[in-house]
């Protein structure tokens, strides 16, 4: 952990380099590898083919973000990470929010690591270095 999970509406497809948020994403959480082991950081974008937004009027588009962690970590921590990431995703839309219809969204999810199971040998190429 941390996993970002961003869900997108094809409709953005062309114009929204999708992959380069998603490396802007995980800069953010790498930046703070003191919370967040840089090995346990995932990024994934899926596209949305069948949506209804609104009254289905407009050819209006959405990108939702998720952020999902483990549990531990103090409201500040949360709260700065999240205004960050929320801020990345906000100024990579700049263009597009002031061309169309945009919503854009963010979530966090925390999980009790009672409910999660992990197998991960990423970890130990960062401690190597």
């Keep these: 952990m941390p996993h970002i999970i961003v ?4 409709n953005l497809r062309k114009e929204a ?22 090995g346990g950081i995932r ?5 949305l083919k069948d949506y209804r937004i609104a009254d289905g009027a407009e050819n209006d588009a ?5 952020l999902k962690i483990g549990s531990g970590r ?19 839309f700049t263009d597009l929010f002031a ?13 009790i690591e009672a409910g999660t199971y992990k197998h991960n040998n990423i970890h130990k190429r960062f401690r190597n270095s």
């Design 43 to 47: 990024s994934r974008a899926f596209e």
């Design 17 to 38: 380099d999708i992959p380069n948020l998603l490396k802007e994403l995980n800069s953010v959480l790498i930046s703070r590898s003191d919370i967040f082991p840089t």
């Design 62 to 66: 959405f990108v939702h973000t998720i």
């Design 74 to 92: 103090s409201d500040l921590d949360k709260k700065g990470v999240c205004d960050e990431l929320f801020e990345v995703i906000k100024g990579h």
């Design 7 to 10: 869900e997108y509406t094809d």
């Design 99 to 111: 061309r169309r219809y945009l919503a854009l969204s963010m979530e966090l999810i925390e999980f």
